[in-house]
């Protein structure tokens, strides 16, 4: 029995240290790449704003686009960052973490949902550590993947109560469903979904939203361990 606490401890401490690896990468992107951009969008723009005769019409329009361009490639930066380290996480918490990731996920996805989130509870006062947020937060950003790219969905929730022992995230969506083949492909993205459970002990189903299409994933998470 203790050789499995061992084993989980040691993967643990590996996704301890792999997070800590994308946090600074997204700290290099953010010192390095994004500055980078920032500087040559603000040379592109004192020329752009050059009187009239200093330039042709050609020359204009091509240093419009290049602002433009840069500016789509300052966006595609912040959301690389963002994904590879949530911020929101280490500065408002899980609860407002999630509920970000839900907003963007919708308004990035080529056919944005509509979204609603509830958290009836006083996240705060559950005693979850560091990595066991940071490893629902990436479950859930995995089941927000999946929403945009496969379910073609109209309206997702997400909703985060306390169940018994446990506090359950709820993720439904209304889209086309999950097919029995898709869900038994054993793909990355829900492989890894399973083993970040795992390793916090947490219950991971998929349901059928019943009486309508769509997908829920629930998340269970057991509290109090900690207190012990
Ligand atoms: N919310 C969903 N709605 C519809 N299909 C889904 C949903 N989530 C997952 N799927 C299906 O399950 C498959 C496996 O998902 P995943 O392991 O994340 O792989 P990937 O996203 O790389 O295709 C997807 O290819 C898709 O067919
Ligand atoms: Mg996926």
């Not at 010192?31 to 330039?55: C, H, I, N, V, Y």
């Not at 930066?77 to 609860?95: H, I, K, Q, W, Y």
């Amino acid at each position: 029995m203790s050789t499995q606490r061992d084993l989980i401890e040691g993967l643990l401490q590996f996704v301890t240290l792999v997070e800590s690896e994308r946090k600074l990468l997204a700290a290099d992107l953010h010192d390095q790449t994004l500055s980078d951009l920032r500087e040559l969008a603000r040379l592109a723009r004192r020329l752009f704003e050059k009187p009239e005769g200093a330039m042709s019409q050609e020359v204009r329009n091509g240093l419009a686009k290049l602002i433009f361009g840069l500016e789509a490639a300052m966006d595609e930066v912040r959301r690389a960052m963002e994904s590879l380290s949530p911020s929101a996480l280490d500065t408002l918490g899980l609860a407002p973490a999630i509920e970000s990731c839900l907003a963007r996920a919708s308004q990035t996805c080529e056919r944005p949902f509509l979204t609603r989130f509830a958290c009836p509870l006083r996240i705060d006062d559950i005693n979850l550590t560091e990595t066991e947020q940071l490893l629902i937060y990436r479950i859930v950003q995995e089941a927000l993947n999946n929403i945009s790219k496969h379910a073609g969905a109209r309206f997702v929730e997400i909703v985060i109560m306390r169940k018994g022992d446990s506090v359950l995230f709820r993720v439904s969506d209304d889209g086309r469903g999950m097919t029995e083949s898709s869900d038994l492909r054993r793909a990355r993205g829900i492989e890894n979904m399973r083993y970040r459970a795992r390793l916090i002990g947490a219950e991971l189903t998929w349901l059928r939203a019943t009486g309508r299409r769509g997908t829920v994933v629930e998340v269970r998470v057991p509290i109090g361990r900690n207190d012990e």
